[in-house]
């Protein structure tokens, strides 16, 4: 399967610290895309990163992608406790539809 | 959520009853998706459909199908609806069909088969 698989499963820090989440992937993509999912809600989308792209930023948001690595990473800086949410990377490759990871469970303590 | 409403919102049903769930779109996107969520699979795609009556498998199609006979709705169906199929169902749409499309996501159906 293509599905990413997002690194840790579960993230505790304090308010204010940076959190670092990780996706690695197993075949080359086209691109990957990072959603959050607040409990009981839907997915939302924060960033897409092209294969040819490195980095990305969407205001604390931080994306990078190693495609030789296979891996992405998340950076969340200066984080709030309204960033509490499980965050997943999804995956596309070829004419396949998009393939969404298993998440990593972030909680931001006060 | 991005005009996308998901009704119910909440269902218990019996093994072995027909179940719809229904996705509606404010946002005349062409795709619309359906995934279930379940603990430590992530989301996994059961149907898409990209355009009116035009209609594919996912992942995990087996005991499900599909409809959408206006771009606005689409209907996922439980034929005989098993505890396996207890999940929390959401419908996502998407202007691109293919993978680099940004899908926005409804907020769910948590659904319990006894």
């Known amino acids: 399967s293509q599905q990413g698989e997002e690194d840790p499963q579960a993230l505790s820090i304090q308010e204010g610290e940076n959190a670092t989440m990780n996706c690695s992937y197993k075949t080359s993509i086209n691109n990957l895309q990072w959603y959050r999912q607040n409990s009981g809600r839907g997915l939302v989308h924060l960033i897409l990163?092209?294969?040819?792209?490195r980095e990305k930023h969407s205001g604390r948001l931080r994306v990078t992608l190693d495609t030789s690595k296979k891996s992405s990473s998340l950076l969340i800086t200066a984080s709030r406790a309204a960033d509490t949410a499980s965050y997943f990377c999804?995956?596309?490759?070829?004419?396949?539809?998009?393939?969404f990871g298993t998440g990593t469970r972030l909680t931001i303590i006060p | 959520d991005a005009g996308i409403t998901q009704s119910p919102r909440h269902k218990v049903t019996e093994t072995g009853t027909p179940v719809t769930l229904r996705c509606h779109q404010t946002e005349n996107h062409r795709y619309m998706y359906w995934y279930r969520q379940d603990p430590g699979h992530g989301l996994r795609l059961i149907h898409y459909s990209y355009g009116v009556k035009d209609t594919d498998k996912g992942e995990v199609s087996d005991g499900y199908s599909v409809s959408r006979s206006k771009t606005e709705d689409f209907l996922l169906t439980l034929e005989s609806a098993t505890s396996s199929q207890t999940s929390v169902y959401f419908c996502?749409?998407?202007?691109?069909?293919?993978?680099?499309?940004?899908?926005?996501f409804g907020a769910g159906t948590r659904l319990s088969v006894l």
């Open positions: 990163i092209r294969s040819n792209e």
């Open positions: 999804a995956t596309h490759f070829g004419n396949e539809k998009l393939t």
């Open positions: 996502a749409i998407s202007e691109s069909g293919q993978g680099d499309g940004i899908q926005y």
